[in-house]
């Protein structure tokens, strides 16, 4: 299968086109905004790789520039390190929404799009794919935009879509801010304190390699088309004991001081995702 990857040089991306390549059977092509960045990336020789950016207000056929792909794995978005940021609505929604409809007016007919559990909004426990969802930040909200905008397209259009809403994930490459990265830089660094919240706050999390594994086979199944499906672990754990896990695995003694950063308003203090649609898939 041809398949398009954007997002390609992104933490997800990276893992995910590797494990793509697992199968031979697989003809990616990757695009991102820079292929000075992709050139690096260990997959760079095993792709068609096109450059692009999504401020691109040309008037191509985006399919046709793509080589008419069997399937897009959109993984891109822009201003990840803000979710507050009013140009998730304002700029990045607004250029995803076009480009996916040009995609698809070109003759794409399967798409896998990756959504965010912060879709939820404020809801806490257990969060299953056919909830009512209520976003609170701007990144959310235009992810559930796009959402809509897409299962709008899907009634008018002959077109086959799957919505990934991913929980949280760490592993290498992750983002600079992200606390994993965080903790595993205060060890290499051998800092004696490490700052961060109450920790009591129950998240979902997941390991990398896990996440694209999943994404993977949920782009393959035909179980659940043109539906949500949580990318999660099921298991709800705390943050302090996500950090104590793994100072106890790294081996490393370090002062947690609780406490220091507040908790986000942005979230609820417990949620974790309903993994029984993703069970199935995987025993599918």
Not at 27 to 36: F, G, K, L, W
Not at 47 to 60: H, L
Not at 128 to 137: A, Q, R, T
Not at 240 to 265: G, T
Request: proline share 3%.
């Amino acid at each position: 299968m041809k398949i398009l990857v954007t997002g390609a040089t992104g933490f997800i991306g990276n893992h995910l086109i590797c494990e793509l390549l697992k199968s031979k059977s697989n003809q990616i092509v990757a695009t991102s905004r820079s292929i000075d960045k992709a050139r690096k990336s260990d997959w760079f020789s095993k792709v068609e790789y096109i450059e692009y950016n999504f401020n691109d207000g040309s008037g191509k056929d985006l399919f046709k520039f793509f080589g008419k792909p069997e399937q897009l794995i959109h993984l891109a978005w822009e201003s990840l390190s803000n979710y507050k940021s009013p140009d998730h609505i304002d700029i990045i929604l607004p250029n995803h929404c076009n480009f996916i409809e040009r995609m698809i007016m070109g003759g794409l007919k399967d798409m896998v799009v990756i959504g965010t559990c912060f879709e939820y909004g404020m809801i806490g426990g257990c969060l299953s794919e056919d909830m009512d969802v209520n976003p609170v930040n701007s990144y959310a909200i235009a992810k559930d935009s796009l959402r809509r905008f897409i299962v709008d397209l899907q009634k008018r259009q002959n077109l086959t879509y799957k919505w990934v809403r991913l929980f949280y994930v760490y592993g290498t490459g992750q983002s600079k801010t992200s606390l994993m990265y965080i903790l595993n830089e205060a060890i290499q660094n051998k800092d004696q304190i490490f700052n961060m919240s109450g920790g009591e706050q129950l998240r979902d999390f997941s390991p990398i390699d896990k996440v694209v594994r999943n994404i993977s086979l949920i782009a393959k199944q035909n179980i659940y088309i043109n539906q949500v499906v949580n990318c999660c672990s099921g298991n709800p754990i705390s943050i302090k004991k996500l950090v104590e896990n793994y100072l106890e695995e790294k081996k490393y003694i370090i002062k947690l001081n609780f406490d220091y950063y507040p908790y986000p308003d942005y979230e609820p203090m417990d949620f974790w995702g309903c993994d029984l649609k993703l069970k199935r898939i995987l025993a599918d």
